[in-house]
């Protein structure tokens, strides 16, 4: 029966060679799959590691600009200090003078200690005549005012250079009394470390007079110290004068740095330019 044998030959052949190709087949699936999984796994590594180098680049980009922005604003408050600097050294190039208006409002006798009186309003001004600070009334007695003044004269350096703080003399008044009285017994005008309000911005006081008026005389006793501030001249002055009910007067800084105390003109509101 060699027909039947050769049949069965054949088809044992074919079985074989179907379970080849299914091993073949099923041995390059697996390949496959294990190629594909090693692959993702090194894609996906490739991946993190993209990630965290373009997170340290970002990183590194953010903190150069907060350098670059921390430097901004470096200059910036530079700037911002330069142009208050300025500012307030123009504002003081402006103030050559400081001026006040003294009213005799009344005047008489008291009646108990027989002494002569007047009564007085106190007002600074500006250059144009008008009050920069709240007017003050005084009962002083006798009929010569006095103001007590402490005066502080700059290096003509500082003017010329336009120094902040220091390009106008600085004058402080003290108190305000009458030749019927004690110095110690008239009234305060500046607070001694204040800040007089045509020098003031911003209410602030600056280091400069904070030194100068809080311990003034020994300023004015120690030539060191003087030379350390620019100071050429510091003391005090009184200018006085024998005062008339109704009528004005004027107190004031000249740019020379003198006090002066003078009679103002009938409507005078604005002061005259020095000759």
Known sequence: MPGLTDGVATVNSLIRTVLALVVVGG????????????????????ELENARNQLKEREAKIARMDGQINTLNQVVK???????????ALRLLKVDKRVARLTILDQGQDEE????FAIVQFEEIDKDGKAIDKPRKFKVFGDIIYIDS????????????????????????????????????????????????????????????????SDFWSVANNKTKQKELGIRAAHGEAPNIKVEKGKTYLLNLRSSGGVSLDHAKPGQTRIEPET
């Open 27 to 46: 041995i390059s699936a697996a390949g496959y799959v294990g190629w594909t999984t090693y692959n993702a796994s090194e894609l996906q590594e490739k």
């Open 78 to 88: 530079e700037k911002d200090e330069r142009i208050e600097h300025l500012d307030t």
């Open 113 to 116: 200690s027989k002494r002569k």
């Open 150 to 213: 402490w005066v502080v004269k700059f290096d003509d350096k500082y003017v010329e250079q336009a120094e902040i703080h220091r390009s106008t003399s600085l004058v402080l008044f003290r108190r305000i009394f009458g030749n019927q009285q004690k110095p110690d017994d008239g009234f305060k005008l500046d607070e001694v470390g204040s800040n007089p309000s045509v020098y003031s911005r911003g209410g602030k006081t600056s280091d400069l007079q904070r030194k100068i008026f």
